[in-house]
């Protein structure tokens, strides 16, 4: 139900996803639990889809609690901005990293929903955001982040540390350049 604002009331070009990923009620199979509690995750882009799913969230789960006689108490925590790079910057990054990592190595991802700290910074100043491949094959390091077994290949880091300092070089270089 949750999920119904995505396919029944948003902009079908517009995207966004509602993930429940926490479920608990009661402790005994044969009691009948006091409570229900879900906690999950709205991510979008936009922030005011952000915003309507705050409200239609929050219908959804007073509609359902009043089914049941039961009462809802909705707490929408509106943590992270989405994460959203200036083109000038990614630019600017797309340049370092093929320096370093060379052309057939550098690609274009599509834009993920995961929640980032840094979009507190791009809501400040131009910046980007960028991912560095830290997985190994050969190592058994395949695992995708937030899984038990996720493991980095440290023999990179050496090479995103150069990546990032030729990055802030170029950058430092073009901004004396402007005076």
Same mark, same amino acid.
């Given at each position: 139900?949750?999920?119904?604002?995505?396919?029944?009331?948003?902009?079908?070009?517009?995207?966004?996803?509602?993930?429940?990923?926490?479920?608990?009620?009661?402790?005994?199979?044969?009691?009948?639990?006091?409570?229900?509690?879900? /906690?999950?995750?709205?991510?979008?882009?936009?922030?005011?889809?952000? #915003?309507?799913?705050?409200?239609?969230?929050?219908?959804?789960?007073?509609?359902?609690?009043?089914?049941?006689?039961?009462?809802?108490?909705? /707490?929408?925590?509106? %943590?992270?901005?989405?994460?959203?790079?200036?083109? #000038?910057?990614?630019?600017?990054?797309?340049?370092?990293?093929?320096?370093?990592?060379?052309?057939? %190595?550098?690609? #274009?991802?599509?834009?993920?929903?995961?929640?980032?700290?840094?979009?507190?910074?791009?809501?400040?100043?131009?910046?980007?955001?960028?991912?560095?491949? /830290?997985?190994?094959?050969?190592?058994?390091?395949?695992?995708?982040?937030?899984?038990?077994?996720?493991?980095?290949?440290?023999?990179?880091?050496?090479?995103?540390?150069?990546?990032?300092?030729?990055?802030?070089?170029?950058?430092?270089?073009?901004?004396?350049?402007?005076?």
């Amino acid at each position: 139900m949750a999920q119904s604002f995505v396919s029944r009331e948003l902009d079908p070009l517009k995207t966004a996803v509602v993930s429940v990923g926490e479920m608990k009620a009661g402790n005994a199979f044969n009691v009948i639990p006091d409570y229900v509690s879900l /906690i999950g995750t709205a991510r979008a882009f936009e922030p005011e889809v952000r #915003e309507a799913m705050a409200g239609s969230l929050e219908r959804v789960a007073e509609h359902c609690c009043a089914a049941l006689r039961c009462k809802a108490e909705f /707490i929408y925590e509106r %943590n992270l901005p989405p994460t959203v790079n200036d083109p #000038e910057m990614t630019r600017f990054g797309v340049k370092a990293a093929t320096l370093v990592f060379g052309e057939k %190595n550098v690609m #274009e991802t599509q834009p993920t929903m995961g929640g980032e700290d840094f979009s507190y910074y791009l809501d400040k100043v131009p910046g980007a955001f960028f991912f560095l491949g /830290i997985g190994n094959k050969e190592k058994g390091f395949t695992y995708p982040h937030h899984h038990p077994r996720f493991m980095v290949d440290e023999d990179v880091l050496s090479a995103g540390s150069a990546f990032e300092a030729i990055l802030a070089f170029n950058y430092l270089n073009s901004c004396s350049k402007k005076l």
